[in-house]
């Protein structure tokens, strides 16, 4: 697979043999996300460790790992990273504005805090470019304080942030369906939670639809997601008729691609869902 993101990440670290020495180490990798940069980067620090014959080991500082998207004119250190982060507010709105996407496509975790400051503006622009510059930078530390703006905020275009840019920053045990629930039965965001390009909605997805347009952007969707799709509709916990049929009527749809591909949950999906 090709990967068109490059990152730098910087390990600090200390030996064992002289704790009281402070060691970097610098990786540039390739990788779809901060999050998969970051874990090749310590799978190859983890590897020299476990390649070395000496009797020390190193220890990474996991609280002062840093990683940051890479682009060909920008300096080899974080400093000019800093640098913006102190920018922030400047006194035009609009220079913050440009200071928060440049962070965001930086993606930088460094920055989270001082962004997270501007979701509290009086100009939503502002408020809306921070949430989109979160989101990007896919910090988790930050989920609160963007769900909270949902709540906090009766601005169309700051719910419509979080709502794209929530399910980017939810860890496993974060609870996104309760979050999305409110935001489907809202009339003026309702569809923009069916276009997601969220598997795990699903299930909300297929308890939720009410016409056919709905259903017709479930199914657009879904064909999108394929594979992941099915594995999600697979595991649907729920004996809702309404549930159930369009559950159906959604495994008809992905029948030609999972029959071509050999999907391995395929089989299962039928049985379950008594298509055979």
């Not at 920008?74 to 200071?99: C, G, H, V, Y």
């Not at 569809?191 to 699903?202: G, M, Q, T």
């Amino acid at each position: 697979m090709q990967y068109n993101k490059t990152y730098k990440i910087i390990i600090p670290y200390t030996e064992s043999a002289s704790p009281a020495k402070k060691f970097k180490i610098e990786y540039v990798v390739k990788a779809d996300n901060r999050s998969n940069a970051l874990k090749k980067a310590e799978k190859e620090f983890d590897a020299y460790s476990e390649n070395n014959s000496a009797s020390w080991i190193r220890i990474p500082d996991q609280s002062g790992i840093r990683i940051w998207r890479v682009f060909p004119d920008d300096p080899s250190t974080p400093q000019f990273i800093d640098k913006l982060i102190e920018k922030l507010p400047d006194k035009n709105p609009e220079k913050t504005i440009a200071i928060l996407k440049q962070l965001g496509k930086l993606e930088d975790s460094t920055a989270s805090s001082k962004v997270i400051s501007q979701m509290k503006s009086d100009t939503p622009q502002i408020v809306v470019e921070a949430v989109n510059t979160l989101g990007n930078i896919g910090d988790p530390t930050s989920f609160f304080a963007v769900k909270n703006a949902y709540f906090q905020n009766d601005n169309l275009d700051i719910k419509k942030a979080v709502i794209n840019n929530l399910l980017k920053l939810a860890l496993p045990e974060d609870n996104i369906i309760s979050f999305y629930k409110v935001a489907i039965e809202d009339p003026k965001t309702r569809d923009l939670v069916f276009k997601l390009d969220c598997p795990d909605l699903i299930p909300l997805w297929l308890a939720q639809i009410s016409n056919k347009k709905e259903y017709d952007l479930v199914k657009k969707n879904v064909l999108k997601q394929g594979e992941k799709a099915l594995k999600v509709i697979v595991m649907v916990e729920s004996n809702h008729p309404q549930v159930l049929s369009y559950a159906s009527k959604l495994l008809k749809e992905l029948e030609p691609m999972a029959i071509e591909h050999q999907w391995e949950d395929w089989i299962l999906a039928t049985k379950k869902y008594e298509l055979l």
